[in-house]
Nanobody
Framework: QVQLVESGGGLVQAGGSLRVSCTASERTFSHYAMGWFRQALGKEREFVAAISWSGSRTLYADSVKDRFTISRDNAKNTAYLQMNSLKPEDTAVYYC???????????????????WGQGNQVTVSS
């Protein structure tokens, strides 16, 4: 079992920035593709960003492309989501996810991920 622990959420003013982090319990983190998803109140969970195990390939939802950046530091077993130019519509619970060992490519499909973090509230005020 891979445990994913998130941190870095909070309250930020529109136009501001925030970075959320996700640390995995296994050193095999480097062999998982990672993703970030979010779920706003009253809405379905949606894809945000994903990154291959090597960090060489990334995917972004159109709604966050050019504002958010996903990255990873495999030596620390940690993935990051840097969120810039935040908007009130970015308010949601953010979840990190890991595809599972040996699943190296990023995907926007939630069902392709085997492990999920506990969720981290990000609130953007207007």
């Amino acid at each position: 079992q891979v445990q994913l622990v998130e941190s870095g959420g909070g309250l930020v003013q529109a136009g501001g920035s925030l970075r959320v982090s996700c640390t995995a319990s296994e050193r095999t983190f480097s062999h998982y593709a990672m993703g970030w998803f979010r779920q706003a109140l009253g809405k379905e969970r949606e894809f945000v960003a994903a990154i291959s195990w090597s960090g060489s390939r990334t995917l972004y939802a159109d709604s966050v492309k050019d504002r958010f950046t996903i990255s990873r530091d495999n030596a620390k077993n940690t993935a990051y989501l840097q969120m810039n130019s935040l908007k009130p519509e970015d308010t949601a619970v953010y979840y990190c996810a890991a595809r599972g060992r040996g699943r190296l490519l990023p995907t926007a499909a939630g069902y392709e991920y085997d492990y999920w973090g506990q969720g981290n509230q990000v609130t953007v005020s207007s």
